[in-house]
């Protein structure tokens, strides 16, 4: 969401005749996109905002900071931060130009009003892959889940949808640019509506529309994740084999307390559904630890739950607390640190063992990959994902393009990559 939010902006300020530089030595203005679902992002944005304290003595350079964290604090990020001259959220990207004028003149500028139907729609992103393989299209803004534990509705505002016409021609557009690969992104992409049109109808459409493109969503949501999405997924060759459904606890307790809008039960259902319309569909997931009263018996049962669905990757935290949410006004952050980390160890030593085992299975099957690049470890390598969204590394003795599909064989396996052969 921040890539595709700093790709809108970059749009809105080369037309209004300002030019993106590589090196920081010859910026004027720094704006840096922030996130706030956990402490350590916050923590990480102000360790960089303090690295740009002498730069913006030297030059006389603007800082700015955007996106969530800019919405969460507003002026306290002016009064925290010396150095921060503008802070601006989500919704107020258009007004940039403007309030880089007024900064550029000694004021400090504040501007966190969210909208009801602020999209950018009919703005065309400046696209940041280098490589022009894979583009983020966002299909919706916001989200209205109130899950306990979450900044993000606070921060992004209410749901709203895109016209699937201008999701269209922004997939054009990346088309024409030569980009292999579009991912439709949402908070909550299940939840897109559009007068009659839903999530299952959109991807219908863009699968339809764009049979040489592969296409990739993100993020679903258990509660809202439909049979008819499923169905639609089956049907085209061109959508990846891919889910990302975050399940946060495995047990029925957490979830209420999180307001996750799901059982246990109903969760492993659409698990069930998943492995029937796309039998060798991949499944990732997210896992927090240590939330407020999680008993060592919830712990035990999100352990149980990940052992039935053996997910091929997994992302994995413990619980902060975020200043203004349901959680931090009513209810205690009781875990002790300790038990935390050992919680979360435990997971990550789980899913390790389990990540081993889908790879494993991998082994002797051959994939389409869409290559990437050249691999990090060898310039006589290449990398690129497969429909499963997973890295598959193989040598070549003969050039491979950026954006080629090609078929590799697995042969082996590593904890973070396939690796193959190139079948040709």
């Known amino acids: 969401m921040n890539v595709a939010d700093s790709e809108i902006v970059s749009s809105i300020l080369d037309k209004s005749g300002y030019t993106k530089t590589n090196n920081i030595e010859n910026a004027d203005i720094i704006l840096v996109n922030t996130c706030s679902i956990r402490e350590n992002a916050e923590t990480r944005v102000r360790g960089r905002i303090s690295v740009y304290k002498k730069h913006k003595k030297q030059r006389n350079a603007l800082v700015g900071v955007l996106g969530c964290m800019a919405e969460r604090l507003k002026e306290d990020l002016i009064n925290q931060e010396k150095t921060v001259d503008i802070v601006v959220g989500p919704?107020?990207?258009?007004?940039?130009?403007?309030?880089?004028?007024?900064?550029?003149?000694?004021?400090?500028?504040?501007?966190?009003?969210?909208?009801?139907?602020?999209?950018?729609?009919?703005?065309?992103?400046?696209?940041?892959?280098?490589?022009?393989?894979?583009?983020?299209?966002?299909?919706?803004?916001g989200c209205q889940n109130f899950c306990s534990y979450c900044i993000v509705p606070y921060v992004r505002g209410i749901e709203r949808s895109r016209n699937p016409e201008t999701i269209l021609n922004e997939i054009k557009d990346i088309l024409e640019k030569g980009f292999k690969e579009v991912t439709l992104i949402g908070q909550n992409v299940d939840s897109y509506i559009y007068n009659k049109t839903n999530f299952a109808g959109l991807l219908d459409i863009v699968a339809k529309e764009f049979p040489l493109m592969r296409i990739r969503f993100s993020t679903n949501h258990p509660k809202d994740l439909s049979d008819e999405v499923l169905e639609v997924m089956s049907q085209y060759p061109n959508i990846c084999h891919h889910i990302h459904l975050p399940v946060q606890s495995g047990s029925n307790h957490m979830l209420q307390l999180m307001n996750r809008g799901y059982t246990r039960e109903y969760y492993l259902d659409r698990i069930r559904a998943i492995r029937h319309f796309i039998p060798d569909c991949a499944i990732s997931t997210d896992i927090m630890v240590g939330f407020c009263d999680e008993t060592e018996e919830d712990h035990q049962q999100t352990l149980s739950l990940i052992k039935e669905v053996e997910y091929d990757f997994a992302f994995m935290f413990k619980y902060s607390e975020r200043s203004g949410t349901y959680a931090s006004k009513n209810m205690k952050d009781n875990i002790d640190e300790k038990e935390k980390i050992k919680r979360l160890n435990e997971v990550i030593d789980l899913q390790n063992k389990i990540g081993r085992i889908s790879k494993q299975k991998d082994v002797g099957k051959t994939f389409e990959v869409l290559v990437e690049g050249k691999s990090k470890k060898s310039e006589k390598e290449y990398m690129g994902r497969n429909s499963q969204n997973k890295v598959v590394v193989f040598p070549s003795s003969r050039p491979i393009n950026i954006g080629e599909l090609v078929q590799v064989e697995i042969e082996k396996y590593t904890s973070a990559t396939l690796i193959g052969k190139l079948i040709e």
């Open 91 to 141: 919704d107020s990207y258009r007004l940039l130009p403007q309030m880089i004028e007024e900064a550029l003149n000694g004021r400090k500028i504040v501007q966190t009003i969210l909208s009801d139907d602020e999209t950018y729609e009919d703005i065309l992103p400046v696209r940041y892959d280098n490589n022009g393989v894979s583009a983020f299209v966002s299909i919706m803004r």
